[in-house]
Nanobody, 121 residues
Framework: QVQPVESGGGLVQTGSSLRLSCQIL????????TAWFRQAPGKEREFVAG????????DYADSVYGRFTISRDVSESTVHLQMNNLKPEDTAVYYC??????????????WGRGTQVTVSS
């Protein structure tokens, strides 16, 4: 069983930083491609950042490139999203997702419940 559990959201001011974490329960972590998505009120869920299994490749949405960094800690089965220089348009519920190996931009099978990030202007 693969179950992502997010943490680390909160309310911050424009220009601040936040670090989201996603612990993926179960024993499959090394074989998982993992990603972060977000959904703002009234908008569709969108891809934010992803990392392939074996941590060989990363991919970012244009809107966060250069500000957000995805990383993995295999020993703790955890994926992190470091978010710097946050903007009000980054306000959303952030979801962690996982899939068995495969394309970072593909369909994901396992989803967390989300964590709220709110950036005030």
């Amino acid at each position: 069983q693969v179950q992502p559990v997010e943490s680390g959201g909160g309310l911050v001011q424009t220009g601040s930083s936040l670090r989201l974490s996603c612990q993926i329960l179960g024993s499959a972590f090394p074989s998982l491609t993992t990603a972060w998505f977000r959904q703002a009120p009234g908008k569709e869920r969108e891809f934010v950042a992803g990392m392939s299994w074996k941590s060989l490749f990363t991919d970012y949405a244009d809107s966060v490139y250069g500000r957000f960094t995805i990383s993995r800690d295999v020993s703790e089965s955890t994926v992190h999203l470091q978010m710097n220089n946050l903007k009000p348009e980054d306000t959303a519920v952030y979801y962690c997702a996982a899939r068995w190996s495969g394309d970072i931009r593909g369909e994901y099978d396992y989803w967390g419940r989300g964590t709220q990030v709110t950036v005030s202007s």
